[in-house]
């Protein structure tokens, strides 16, 4: 769920030709981690695949509760696939460095 949320903040950021590139990343990160729970014995494989689909449902709904807000105080709903507030896209800059 982590990796999704921190995914639907920063993909205004990140350039519309690196997303697809992005969420294969993410994906097949969220797939190691459970299978490595399965193979390391402290998990059953129903417990990963309950764990995935709680995740995505409480991020679903998360995001649809987001969306509802922003349509309720007058702001524009985009697809998800633009993040949650695609409207902050230049405000989103990085860090300075330590020098």
Do not use: C, K
Not at 28 to 49: M, P
Not at 63 to 80: E, I, K, M, S, V
């Amino acid at each position: 769920m982590t990796y999704g949320v921190l995914l639907l903040v920063f993909l205004p950021a990140i350039r519309q030709r690196w997303r697809r590139p992005v969420l294969a990343i993410i994906a097949v990160i969220v797939v190691a981690v459970g299978f490595t729970r399965i193979a390391s014995g402290v998990h059953y494989l129903t417990g990963v695949l309950a764990g995935w689909l709680l995740g995505a449902a409480w991020l679903a709904v998360t995001a649809a509760a987001f969306r509802h807000w922003r349509r309720d105080a007058g702001l524009a709903t985009p697809p998800l696939l633009e993040g949650l507030a695609p409207e902050e896209r230049n405000r989103l800059q990085a860090a300075p460095s330590a020098r």
